[in-house]
């Protein structure tokens, strides 16, 4: 049974910095896109960046230039760098392969807030 749990979140001020995690048991990580998703109070889950089995990666405009998404296939864990946190970032962050057909994990709560 595949398993994702997400963990690091937290409350930061805004320009912070947070890493998240993201722990996968139970597929091969290395065969699979891998992303981040969130989801703020009140809206839908997003897209918020994807790493390919080949290390390229993809990233929402909101989070370019700011957020840095990290595999390690040998661990079987996926990072999310976060800097320069902004308010509008505050939300549940999920991983999950891309497109996202795992059930998905627990979430970690990031929260930006002066």
């Known amino acids: 049974q595949v398993q994702l749990g997400e963990s690091g979140g937290g409350e930061v001020q805004p320009g912070g910095s947070l890493t998240l995690s993201c722990k996968v048991s139970?597929?091969?990580?290395?065969?699979?896109?891998m992303g981040w998703y969130r989801q703020a109070p009140g809206k839908e889950r997003q897209f918020v960046t994807s790493i390919n089995t080949a290390g390229n990666t993809n990233y929402a405009d909101s989070v370019k230039g700011r957020f840095t998404i990290i595999r390690d296939n040998a661990e079987n864990m996926v990072y999310l760098q976060m800097n320069n946190l902004k308010p509008e970032d505050t939300a549940v962050y999920y991983c999950?392969?891309?497109?996202?057909?795992?059930?998905w994990g627990q979430g970690t709560q990031v929260t930006v807030s002066s």
């Open positions: 139970g597929m091969l990580l290395s065969i699979h896109i």
């Open positions: 999950n392969t891309v497109p996202a057909y795992q059930n």
